[in-house]
């Protein structure tokens, strides 16, 4: 009991060390971050009586591989398994009636989750980079799934959306690049901009309606261009997944369909028995103006980062043009540091990168066509930060650096602790901006407290100090307790 810290029937806090953790009877709630950071955390047994696990419970459990739930349990708050990245199955009681925001965000090795019944919503990014799922089937009891429910889930192949789905939201299977076929129901109304965006193997779409049905869905055609090249299977009387996360049958379908489409789905014309089925060229359509896209719950993401390489620039470097510069309140206070010390600096972020999310984002970069990335660079400033995190990321392994920091700019001002990290160390040597000591100061100082790299912020803000001192940087004040 001595590693359990409690206040009242709530376990705010596990103290212990131990691979395999067995919670006491009389928990009710499993508190805010309770078993959070612990690595080598493997198993937790909960007990009959738990109601609720409170956001982030077992944020980061790298280690976790086995969580039984109670029956008892109601609710499971946002972020609860973020990170878990060696669970691999999850059963959830039938007393929840919502999977909330990022619960299994980043559970890379998240094969199998029985649903049940109960279950209505699924809210955003809820199972975004479960790289390992490969087959997921939305019962139709769910009615609604947030923005990016599904992203980047690289290894998912075949999905099946229920009837009680009528929008697919911006980005609900973003990155997933091996999904291959899709079904819907006709309860299903439109499909927004993105919501296939990067489904690079999408080929087949699989209609339990006919053709007459299909003409009153609408579906945005940004971003959603393989799923408007895909083939159209009508009619389907088989499931695409059978119950219990089965292998996909073998689908029966009285009529095919395909065509290549340039904005909408096309109005096909009615056809008699055995006739040739042609399709009809949509007339020209004004394009409807781009949805002005809302934030999403900031989560601060667990990205390993560990400790840069770079240091202090050596001697005196050749001052060399700078390519494009973001302006901010301050006045430069010095030139702009050498192009080998920038690549060590690129190389050394990049490289403490999580393995998988690296590969993610440098096949994204390998991927992306121009026209691409002039459209997500437009919208940079109204993604989600997470959505601008990734897209610096991406960036840095196209080679537009000035994206990069761009991207990481508008991440650190929604919260996103290592877009800060990098912001901070930017300002502080004029990395693909103005150098800025005060800037470097407020963006680093948010990082200092942070278990894996607060110590490398530490020792930045040991330079942005000694940077002070200089007689040229007299006047600049910073709110830390010191000048």
Known sequence: MNDFRMVGNTLMKYTGNE?????????TVIGSQAFAYHQNLVSVVLPEGVVSIAEKAFDSCVNLTSVTIPSTVTLIDGGAFFGCRSLDHVVIPSGVTFIAAKTFFGCRSLKTITVPETVQMIGDEAFRRCTSLEEMAIGDHITSMGKGAFADCISLKSCSIGAGIEYLRWNTFYGCVSLEKISFTPTIREIEFGAFDSCRSLADVYYSGNQSDWKAVTVRSQRNET???????????????????????????????????????PIVEEVKEE??????????????????????????????????????????????????????SQKSTAPEVSEDFKKEFYESFKATLPEDFRETVKAAAEGMTEE??????????LVPAQ??????????????????????????????????????????????????????ARWLTKCKHHMTYGEKAIELLAIVDAELDKPENAGLKIKRGKK
């Open 372 to 381: 691409s990335f002039e459209a997500q660079s437009e919208a940079l400033f």
């Open 227 to 265: 799923f408007l090249d895909a083939i159209y299977h009508f009619n389907v009387t088989e499931p695409l997944i059978a119950p219990a996360h089965a292998s996909a049958t073998e689908l029966n379908s009285t009529e095919q369909l395909s065509f290549d489409v340039v904005e909408e789905i």
């Open 275 to 328: 006739a040739p089925v042609e399709a009809v060229i949509p007339e020209p359509e004004v394009k409807a103006e781009e949805p002005v896209k809302e934030e999403s719950d900031i989560h601060q993401i667990e990205m390993d980062l560990g400790e840069l390489s770079f240091g202090k620039p050596k001697g005196d470097r050749k001052k060399k043009p700078v390519e494009r510069k973001i302006r901010t």
């Open 387 to 440: 959505e601008a995190y990734e897209f610096g990321c991406v960036c840095l392994f196209m080679g537009r650096y000035n994206w990069a920091f761009r991207s990481f700019l508008s991440a650190a001002g929604k919260g996103i602790l290592p877009a800060q990290f990098y912001v901070g160390s930017c300002f502080l040597y004029g990395i693909d901006t103005t150098k800025k000591i005060v800037d470097a």
């Open 19 to 27: 691979d395999h953790v067995f919670v006491p009877e009389g928990v």
